[in-house]
């Protein structure tokens, strides 16, 4: 699956426990792979795969105490769905996927570690059983940023999971794992 | 992750094919040509038939397996559809009598492990064409409500274009050998999805 993230991010401006600040935009580039999406007992299997991702996430920082403050992610993706049966391969057509969640955001520069819990909306351009057209997900993540150097560049790491059902099946989880570089502002 | 059970089919649909197994290759573009000399006379749109018969059967397949699509030139097509006593637009000379029903024949043949061609019979580029349907307009004209009988008509013989090569024993199924109904059941959902992902046979594409 060809996965482009777009995350609008903020960052706090200062980044060691002051109070409320402004939130900061920034972008990363790297890329993500899941798990399937779902196993069809009849051999079918609907996948996304390693794709290149760009993502620029927004967090808004509210006033905090200490190194523990609130974050809210949005982010935004859009890429390919791969289906295979028995060596046969073929396209499922494009999948969006919007994220919301909230969170929270341990600073221990140059790290940061941020947990959140949200929700993720799938819409795929071609009727593809469990997304169907449009489906709403329960997601939890977390992420792993690291100031690079002395600019604001960062590397993320994030591991996302999804929970997923299909009329007539069982539900299940689906693992997203995104990597980058990027830069805030 | 997220799983779904194997399905069964609810008939046999290879009963008419001799147990060989047929279908088109997994997400596959499918185009369809519908000819429609002589449907003034019967007073029916062929083709908005055909395009309301694909709309019943899209449902039925939950991975994007099929993509049906109408065409206007016979050159362009894998399967033509038209009336039988129209002109023929296909060879179908070495083929077998075909999938008949009470009103329809779809015919396809065999070679190896995919289809043979049906060529065209206009001069020039045999065309691709794989699958033949005939529709015996006779059995829909004057009838008062012609238009759901030829719904039903081409609905069922469009199971058989996309790969139930058998008839359910219901009525109440769109595959039974006079269909009375124009939309496929679940029972006829189950049995296209199922033989959607069987290896072996051959492929029509």
């Not at chain 1, 991010?9 to 109070?19: C, M, N």
């Not at chain 1, 100031?147 to 299940?172: N, Y």
């Not at chain 2, 190896?112 to 060529?119: K, S, V």
Request: a positive charge; aromatic letters at 4%; one cysteine or more.
């Amino acid at each position: 699956m060809a996965l482009a993230t777009l995350a609008l991010a903020a960052h706090s401006a200062d980044l060691r426990g002051q109070d409320a600040a402004p939130a900061v935009t920034g972008w990363a580039i790297g890329v993500a792979v899941s798990t399937p999406l779902l196993a069809d007992g009849n051999g079918t299997r609907v996948r996304s795969g390693v794709a290149p991702m760009l993502a620029a996430r927004m967090e808004l920082p509210w006033p905090h105490t200490g190194r523990l403050r609130p974050v809210a992610v949005a982010r935004g993706a859009v890429g390919a769905l791969q289906l295979g049966d028995r060596g046969e391969r073929w396209s499922g057509g494009t999948l969006w996927q919007g994220d919301l969640l909230v969170g929270a955001a341990w600073e221990g520069a140059p790290l940061f570690l941020i947990g959140a819990l949200g929700g993720s909306m799938l819409h795929a351009s071609r009727r593809v059983t469990p997304l169907e057209r449009t489906r709403v997900a329960p997601a939890a993540e977390a992420a792993l940023r690291v100031r690079i150097g002395s600019q604001p560049w960062v590397a993320e790491l994030t591991v996302q999971g999804l929970r997923l059902s299909a009329p007539g099946g069982s539900p299940g989880g689906v693992a997203r794992f995104m990597a980058g570089v990027g830069r805030a502002f | 992750m997220p799983t779904v059970p194997a399905e069964s089919p609810a008939y046999d649909p290879t009963r008419l094919t001799g147990g060989v197994v047929y279908r088109w290759a997994l997400g596959v573009a499918v185009a369809i040509h519908v000819d429609t000399t002589g449907q003034d006379a019967l007073g029916v749109d062929l083709r908005e038939a055909a395009a309301r018969g694909l709309e019943a059967w899209r449902p039925t397949w939950r991975y994007a397996e099929l993509r049906p699509r109408l065409v206007a030139s016979a050159a362009d097509a894998d399967v033509v559809i038209q009336l039988a006593d129209a002109p023929p637009l296909v060879q179908l000379a070495g083929c077998a009598s075909g999938i008949a029903g009470a009103a329809g024949r779809t015919v396809l043949c065999a070679a190896g492990d995919t289809a043979r061609t049906l060529p065209l019979l206009a001069p020039g580029d045999p065309g691709r064409v794989k699958v033949a349907v005939e529709l015996d307009g006779h059995a829909v004209s004057g009838a008062s409500h012609a238009v759901t009988l030829l719904d039903a008509l081409v609905a069922h013989e469009l199971g058989h274009v996309l790969g139930i090569g058998g008839h359910s024993p219901l009525p109440t199924d769109l595959m039974y050998a006079a269909p009375a109904v124009a939309r496929p059941s679940q029972r006829d959902a189950a049995t296209l999805r199922y033989v959607l992902h069987q290896p072996g046979g051959f492929r029509l594409r």
